[in-house]
Nanobody
Framework: QVQLAESGGGSVQPGGSLRLSCAAS????????MAWFRQAPGKEREAVAA????????VYADSVRGRFTISQDNDKNTVYLIMNSLKPEDTAMYYC??????????????????WGQGTQVTVSS
């Protein structure tokens, strides 16, 4: 049973936009913390953004703050990553994560128990 399913990746030119979606099972969405990570070839997986689905301000990596926005639709158990002003360095596989262990920073991938399969984002001219 797929509990996290990402979609919305693709290829865009620099300066373009994409919206990624992460549809979660009710149980995972109710776990409250959901996050987006990304991994470029040859690099470690890094945190991009996270949100508490029960409310509050999202958090962002410095590299994407002001360009990316994480939002949610509680009726659909879905979290979105809206990516604007995309740069070639944003090229990566993007993963949705959920079920975060409290007490571990949102940036630490080890803190999340559930992961999606990933969706590829490629930014090039």
């Amino acid at each position: 049973q797929v509990q996290l399913a990402e979609s919305g990746g693709g290829s865009v030119q620099p300066g373009g936009s994409l919206r990624l979606s992460c549809a979660a099972s009710r149980a995972l969405y109710s776990s409250k913390w959901m996050a987006w990570f990304r991994q470029a070839p040859g690099k470690e997986r890094e945190a991009v953004a996270a949100a508490y689905t029960g409310g509050g301000s999202p958090v962002y990596a410095d590299s994407v703050r002001g360009r990316f926005t994480i939002s949610q639709d509680n009726d659909k158990n879905t979290v979105y990553l809206i990516m604007n002003s995309l740069k070639p360095e944003d090229t990566a596989m993007y993963y949705c994560a959920a079920d975060r262990t409290l007490g571990i920073t949102w940036r630490d991938q080890k803190g999340y128990k559930s992961w999606g399969q990933g969706t590829q984002v490629t930014v090039s001219s």
